[in-house]
């Protein structure tokens, strides 16, 4: 039987329509991948504009990192962190991670995903709340576009209809509000500031009507990903906290994709003047080499967890794979190449070109909407029209379609949901030419596209 049949046949792939890959199986089979490029079973190299799904940040197949990894196999490969276990590495991390936040920050709980630690966050959330004696301050307020992964808890967070449906999400204590998107968003002459001000009025008004004795957190990607790398106005941050710190409502930063330099800064909380009470970082911690996640926990909540001690006893959370020490050395080494290379700096550099690459290549489009981002995270949305500006009406085709065009082009890149979207997020060790070559793919995507489009 061949590798596409037993795909087919026996692998439940996620984020997939079932039916349709019952029926044709993958479209490619990954076998190997280096730097920025992967190679399909048939042979075939294709440059990845996604760094896998936003994360293969110092490019695949770093030998660096096998070293890292085979050492650390043959030294510790696990072991737990239960009842006060300690191993080396994992307290090595945590201090690093601490040193490196944006905002101060106090200890550092491990888990596998971005997806449970964001629900290891709705968890710290509500001990911190009952420790304090307050059992109605429960709700968490995300935003419509936002992506925080796919649990029962998280998947609620994530603002994305399809991810709810058929699932009974979100739980009864998620409410969402409106995304900082200005192409969608914004009323007509509305400046950055007066949207960032109108968006803080309505949060503040949910959170009154909601009860802020009932509202306890608030959950944010500094630059929105899946959404549609949306960067939100320079001022919406700072206005939203004013609002969240009257009420007494938590914010906590969702740094997934952000965190360890995608916005070509440290953090996204630096590039968008954040100040989170509690910080979600998974994907560029080991480069995906590993999985691993991790929530930072700033003092505040810290010495409230302390006190819940007394009340509850042992902290009743925690993972098997809690502080492995493989995914540490993953990430350590990860860390020390990001550091060692300047990677954070190339990002910023290697962003403007992109910035400059796609503004050359789709800003005269007339089936171009926007084209935004920041350091190696950038998208391009299309619309049915520009003026008017009016969406497609079968929503997500026409990206779709521009996506497989690139991909016959040998170049992978992302439909994003919930829009006309498609997006870049190459490893940070792509070179100006690879760059170059991924563009060039999208737009033969997007002509391919509009070829089909005119003749349906």
Known sequence: ??????????????????????????????????????????????LDAMAGLWCVNVGYSHPEMADALREQTLKLP??????????????????RLIEMAPVPMSKVFYGNSGSDANDTQA??????????????????I?????????????????????????????????????????????EPGQTDDEFATALAVELERFIINEGPETVAAMIAEPVMAAGGVIVPPETYFPKIQEVLRRHDVLLIADEVVNGFG??????????????????????????????????????RIWQVMLEGSAKYGSFGHGYTYSAHPLAAAAAMKNLDIIERDGLVAEVARKGELLSELLHAAFADHPNVGEIRGRGLMAAVEFVESREPLRPFAAQGAFAGAVYQGALAEGVITRALPAADTVSFSPPFVVTESELERMVAGVRTGLDRAVEAQRKA
């Not at 039916?19 to 044709?24: G, K, V």
């Open 1 to 46: 039987m061949e590798i596409e049949e037993k795909d087919k046949n026996y692998l439940f792939h996620p984020m997939t329509n079932l039916a349709a890959h019952e029926q044709t199986g993958p479209p490619m089979t990954v076998v190997s991948a280096h730097g920025s490029t992967v190679t399909d079973r048939a042979g075939r190299d294709y």
């Open 78 to 95: 696990y072991f737990h962190a239960f009842s006060s276990m300690g191993t080396d590495l994992p307290a090595q991390l945590s201090e």
């Open 123 to 140: 968890k710290l959330v509500w001990y911190y709340n009952n420790v304090l004696g307050r059992p109605e301050k429960k709700k968490i």
């Open 142 to 186: 995300s935003r419509r576009r936002g992506y925080h992964g796919v649990t029962v808890l998280s998947g609620g967070l994530t603002g994305f209809k399809n991810l709810h449906d058929g699932f009974d999400l979100p739980l009864p204590m998620i409410r969402h509000v409106r995304p900082p998107h200005g192409l969608w968003e914004r």
């Open 262 to 299: 995608r916005l070509g800064v440290p953090f996204g909380s630096n590039a968008v003047n954040m100040q989170p009470d509690l910080m979600t970082v998974a994907k560029g911690i080991t480069s995906a080499y590993v999985p691993l996640s991790a929530v930072l926990v700033s003092d």
